[in-house]
């Protein structure tokens, strides 16, 4: 990731997450969004 960007926002530890539908359905990335 950009580290110019990581310092502008603040970010000390950068992490890039992907939805998880394709793989186990829409029910479990639901239910994770809604947790």
């Given amino acids: 990731m950009n580290q110019r960007i990581t310092q ?4 000390e530890y950068p992490i890039i997450q992907a939805g ?6 829409w ?5 994770v969004s809604n947790a």
Avoid: D, R
């Avoid at 998880?20 to 359905?25: A, D, E, I, T």
């Avoid at 029910?27 to 239910?31: E, F």
């Fill in 8 to 11: 502008l926002l603040g970010i």
């Fill in 20 to 25: 998880m539908v394709w793989v186990s359905g």
């Fill in 27 to 31: 029910k479990l990335a639901s239910a």
